[in-house]
């Protein structure tokens, strides 16, 4: 027996129009890949909007989205699906890939660098020509729904000895680099998400971009879009400046306290109000 997974991926049709604003070829790109059933790895810097991204052309395309989080616990069977116990007997359980895959939904695997190398290697059939999905376990060879599209993101700057995809995975797939919007871009974009005027989204933007040039003198990442957002967001909830700087960007990025008084420094130049840091 095998549970169909048809009324799940329904309720992940995406209705409204997610905000993206697009910086560049993006949507042509990822709208070229879809119609050729080619598979896109999405390349960028966390909280640079990839994620949004992919829900956008979820809507545009009119298909559901399937979302997966990477991490180093994830497994084969959680993407492909496993036999469990049930009260009629053991039942056969899709996981979300192979849900994605037999009814025709985005599948998107997050930060897929995050899961194990032995674990990536089940999306390998799905990205070539034969865009089937083996189930061993199960005994059968799940051909991909025509409409099925496998897209993938991960963070190059974290690229490691240990933590990187495989070549043979890597060159599966067309590639869509991301990375933060210049700076009127970008301030449009703390304004239309968090709602605030022009002045304040940009001293953000100014603070993101001060951040940004403390990477490799000990930051591993400069505050990101979302994380402007969220400074953004509190504000307009009633938080001071100063607080909400504090609580979205300083205290997230770093632990380490000579970083941290650099980071304050850049954020009273970009916004003296906030001095207080």
Request: net charge negative; aromatic share 6%; charged share 25%.
């Given at each position: 027996?095998?549970?169909?997974?048809?009324?799940?991926?329904?309720?992940?049709?995406?209705?409204?129009?997610?905000?993206?604003?697009?910086?560049?070829?993006?949507?042509?790109?990822?709208?070229?890949?879809?119609?050729?059933?080619?598979?896109?790895?999405?390349?960028?810097?966390?909280?640079?909007?990839?994620?949004?991204?992919?829900?956008?052309?979820?809507?545009?395309?009119?298909?559901?989205?399937?979302?997966?989080?990477?991490?180093?616990?994830?497994?084969?069977?959680?993407?492909?699906?496993?036999?469990?116990?049930?009260?009629?007997?053991?039942?056969?359980?899709?996981?979300?890939?192979?849900?994605?895959?037999?009814?025709?939904?985005?599948?998107?695997?997050?930060?897929?660098?995050?899961?194990?190398?032995?674990?990536?290697?089940?999306?390998?059939?799905?990205?070539?020509?034969?865009?089937?999905?083996?189930?061993?376990?199960?005994?059968?060879?799940?051909?991909?729904?025509?409409?099925?599209?496998?897209?993938?993101?991960?963070?190059?700057?974290?690229?490691?000895?240990?933590?990187?995809?495989?070549?043979?995975?890597?060159?599966?797939?067309?590639?869509?680099?991301?990375?933060?919007?210049?700076?009127?871009?970008?301030?449009?974009?703390?304004?239309?998400?968090?709602?605030?005027?022009?002045?304040?989204?940009?001293?953000?933007?100014?603070?993101?971009?001060?951040?940004?040039?403390?990477?490799?003198?000990?930051?591993?990442?400069?505050?990101?879009?979302?994380?402007?957002?969220?400074?953004?967001?509190?504000?307009?909830?009633?938080?001071?400046?100063?607080?909400a700087l504090r609580s979205a960007i300083l205290l997230p990025i770093t632990d380490e306290p000579d970083l941290r008084e650099a980071l304050a420094a850049a954020i009273a130049a970009s916004l003296p109000e906030a001095a207080r840091l």
């Amino acid at each position: 027996m095998t549970v169909d997974a048809s009324a799940h991926l329904a309720a992940e049709l995406i209705r409204d129009e997610p905000y993206y604003r697009p910086v560049g070829d993006e949507i042509d790109l990822f709208a070229a890949a879809y119609a050729g059933r080619l598979p896109v790895m999405l390349k960028g810097p966390t909280g640079c909007g990839k994620t949004r991204f992919v829900e956008h052309m979820a809507w545009r395309l009119k298909r559901p989205l399937v979302t997966v989080a990477a991490h180093e616990d994830l497994t084969a069977a959680d993407l492909a699906g496993r036999f469990l116990l049930a009260p009629e007997g053991t039942v056969w359980h899709d996981g979300p890939l192979t849900a994605a895959v037999r009814l025709g939904a985005i599948c998107y695997l997050d930060e897929i660098v995050e899961a194990r190398q032995d674990t990536t290697v089940v999306i390998h059939p799905l990205t070539d020509a034969r865009r089937a999905l083996p189930l061993d376990k199960k005994g059968e060879l799940v051909p991909a729904h025509p409409d099925f599209q496998l897209t993938i993101s991960y963070n190059p700057g974290y690229q490691s000895a240990v933590k990187d995809l495989k070549e043979s995975t890597k060159q599966r797939f067309v590639a869509i680099e991301f990375d933060y919007p210049e700076p009127a871009i970008e301030a449009e974009i703390v304004m239309r998400e968090a709602g605030v005027a022009a002045a304040l989204a940009g001293g953000l933007v100014d603070v993101g971009l001060r951040s940004r040039n403390l990477r490799g003198d000990g930051l591993a990442e400069g505050a990101s879009t979302r994380m402007l957002i969220h400074a953004a967001k509190l504000v307009r909830g009633g938080a001071p400046l100063d607080a909400a700087l504090r609580s979205a960007i300083l205290l997230p990025i770093t632990d380490e306290p000579d970083l941290r008084e650099a980071l304050a420094a850049a954020i009273a130049a970009s916004l003296p109000e906030a001095a207080r840091l």
